[in-house]
């Protein structure tokens, strides 16, 4: 799906959901509203009605004791009273909000006005006080009830209000929470959809773009996530597939190369040697110089094929019982022959350090190390060479002390083609030798490795493990074991 399509959908879904509940919530919050002003109208309504029967209450005494003892006063507060009573009715009145009560404050108007009729009926007769309070008493008796009858209605209304109230704020609450764990989980999904679908499948396509911009392995991304990141995916692929093929034409012309140059190499190198033997003494050290030349052009043709080979993913090896320490002599006492102005120092512990290896390629390693010490100490110095056993591995140390390599080129001096700044335009060399040696040893199920510091000298460590392969090897016929190496740019 289109990253535009899927926002699309994802908006409109969550749109619809959020404005749902926000209804909802809305009207249940109005409902509430609406309840609480009917509440505050019931208890208003219930003290207007209770006041409205104290004042009842009130004028009937008063008017008992204006006819006892005749005092104006109390006759100016009857008609107070009376005018507060028909205040209160209009009061009771607004407050009024269903049929029942409606007919029942009817009944109180209609009690209440025959009361004051009756006060005033009993007021022209010559009649003793208690006579006139006994007459008006059963009226007032009867407005009093249909007060009372008011009063109950209303309070069982705030009741019925109350419970409604509850109720509704119940629901008010659980719609809160709803809305919240929506908010979440969608959240929560949202992130993860963005995460595979779009950050996963980023960060895919950039780990694959730094491995290639770092020089590490041509990875492929999987094309996964939305439709524009597979399309970037599927772009990354076939320019890297490009990429690969272009790569393949440049090792396959450049071995042929060197494959065409070594046959021709071999012959000058082998008439290089016979020469050496031959010709007079004062003509001895230029054939000497020659052969010397030849040999280092013939290792690195050498270098130039395995290149080669470890690219194609495949380098063959033999595997037979070696003795590390005679491979270790072997080396230097070549080396030796070409270096005068190194001192070799040779250190084993044990003058016989057993491997299952391929010796000749075991050989080229120390070879390779031996030679670039004496090449980066053009001014001379001792080079130690160590080699010991250490748990179930062999392991070759060769130290000079030459002129270092920089901590930021550690790593990429074992890279095909890679020199360092400080020898790329003073040494010869074309940065094959360690990139080829650490690949070997690799497939031996060992490591190479470099400690350096410039200005002073390195130390390369070679360890390989003794019994490497040895349920594949037989000590009279080895068969070459072909040992799949991983690809590597170069
Ligand atoms: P080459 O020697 O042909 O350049 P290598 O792959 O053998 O190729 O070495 C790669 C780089 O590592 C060299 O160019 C050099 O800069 C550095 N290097 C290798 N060995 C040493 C050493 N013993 N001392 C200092 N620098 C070294």
Redesign the pocket.
Not at 429 to 435: E, K, M, N, Y
């Given at each position: 799906m289109k990253l535009k399509s899927a926002s699309f959908i994802l908006g409109i879904l969550l749109l619809g959901i959020y404005s749902a509940l926000a209804f909802a919530l809305m009207r249940t919050t109005d409902l509430l509203e609406f309840s609480s002003s009917e509440l505050s109208k019931a208890a208003h309504s219930i003290s207007v009605v209770q006041s409205l029967k104290n004042r009842m209450l009130a004028h009937n005494r008063n008017a008992f004791l204006y006819h006892i003892e005749k005092d104006p006063v109390h006759f100016e507060t009857l008609r107070m009273q009376r005018l507060e009573i028909l205040d209160y009715l209009k009061a009771a009145e607004q407050l009024i909000s269903n049929k029942e009560e409606s007919d029942i404050l009817h009944a109180v108007q209609n009690d209440i006005a025959s009361y004051l009729k009756k006060r005033d009926i009993v007021e022209e007769k010559l009649l003793t006080p208690w006579e006139k309070y006994v007459l008006v008493s059963n009226d007032l008796e009867k407005a009093i009830t249909a007060i009372d009858r008011l009063v109950t209605v209303n309070r069982s209304k705030m009741d019925t209000l109350s419970a409604e109230i509850k109720r509704q704020k119940k629901e008010a609450n659980l719609l809160a929470v709803i809305l919240y764990v929506l908010a979440a989980i969608s959240l929560v999904i949202i992130i993860i959809a963005v995460f595979f679908a779009v950050v996963y499948p980023l960060m895919e396509v950039d780990s694959a773009i730094t491995n290639v911009s770092a020089g590490k392995s041509v990875s492929r991304v999987n094309p996964s996530g939305v439709a524009e990141i597979r399309k970037i995916a599927a772009n990354f692929n076939a320019m890297t597939e490009r990429l690969e093929e272009k790569r393949r034409d440049q090792l396959r012309f450049i071995a042929s190369i060197a494959h065409d140059i070594r046959n021709p190499l071999n012959s000058i190198s082998m008439a290089s040697e016979i020469l050496t033997q031959q010709v007079q003494e004062e003509d001895r050290e230029i054939a000497m110089i020659v052969n010397r030349q030849v040999r280092n052009l013939d290792r690195l043709v050498g270098d130039l094929l395995d290149t080669t080979r470890i690219e194609a993913g495949q380098l063959d090896l033999s595997f037979t019982k070696q003795n590390v320490s005679q491979l270790v002599k072997d080396a230097v006492e070549l080396i030796r022959t070409g270096s005068h102005l190194h001192e070799f120092k040779l250190e084993f512990l044990d003058q016989t350090l057993m491997c299952n290896c391929d010796g000749g390629r075991l050989l080229q390693v120390l070879n390779?190390l031996l030679s670039?010490?004496c090449?980066?100490s053009p001014n001379g110095g001792t080079i130690t060479v160590r080699a010991w056993k250490e748990d179930a591995n062999i392991k070759v140390s060769v130290a000079?002390q030459?002129?270092?390599?920089a901590p930021e080129d550690i790593d990429s001096?074992f890279k095909p083609f890679?020199?360092?700044k400080?020898?790329k335009d003073t040494i010869p060399?074309?940065?094959?030798?360690?990139?080829a040696s650490r690949r070997i040893v690799e497939a031996h199920g060992g490591s190479l490795v470099v400690e350096s510091v410039p200005g002073k000298g390195?130390t390369f460590y070679v360890t390989v493990p003794q019994n490497t392969f040895s349920q594949q090897v037989s000590n009279d016929s080895p068969p070459p074991v072909q040992i799949q190496t991983p690809s590597m740019q170069l």
């Open positions: 390779n670039n010490a090449k980066y000079d030459g002129i270092g390599i001096i890679h020199r360092t400080a020898t060399g074309i940065g094959l030798g360690l990139s390195s």
